[in-house]
């Protein structure tokens, strides 16, 4: 299984970016139906935390209180592509931003067995 993630870039202050997520290779058999595509971020000399996630089956949605109101994940079951929409950006959310599959829509890392590599959001005041 892979994972690409694309979209990152530089913004402005009060812009939007659209993160994507591509799988592919054989499907998630781990979790059975039972699984899921998070967002994750990690800033410079931070840990990495947990950004927003949906179950890839019922597309239930859930959000870190840092990105609530200003993000929107979804997913497009037939391309097996998950979207991360972030809009009123700040500066406080420039940080490599992994997608990764896993567990229903965990928040936990420890629950996500696949990740891309990263793609890098700088947003500029």
């Known amino acids: 299984v892979q994972l690409q993630a694309s979209g990152g870039g530089l913004v402005q202050a009060g812009g939007s970016l659209r993160l994507s997520c591509t799988a592919s290779?054989?499907?998630?058999?781990?979790?059975?139906?039972?699984?899921?595509m998070g967002w994750f971020r990690q800033a410079p000399e931070k840990g990495r935390e947990f950004v927003a996630a949906i179950t890839w089956k019922g597309g239930v949605d859930k959000y870190a209180d840092s990105v609530k109101g200003r993000a929107t994940i979804s997913r497009d079951t037939a391309k097996n592509t998950g979207y991360l929409q972030m809009n009123s950006l700040r500066p406080e959310d420039s940080a490599v931003y992994y997608c990764?599959?896993?567990?229903?829509?965990?928040?936990?890392?420890?629950?996500?067995?696949?990740w891309g590599q990263g793609t890098l959001v700088t947003v500029s005041s």
């Open positions: 290779g054989r499907t998630f058999d781990n979790y059975g139906n039972n699984y899921g």
């Open positions: 990764a599959v896993g567990l229903l829509n965990a928040e936990h890392e420890n629950l996500y067995a696949y």
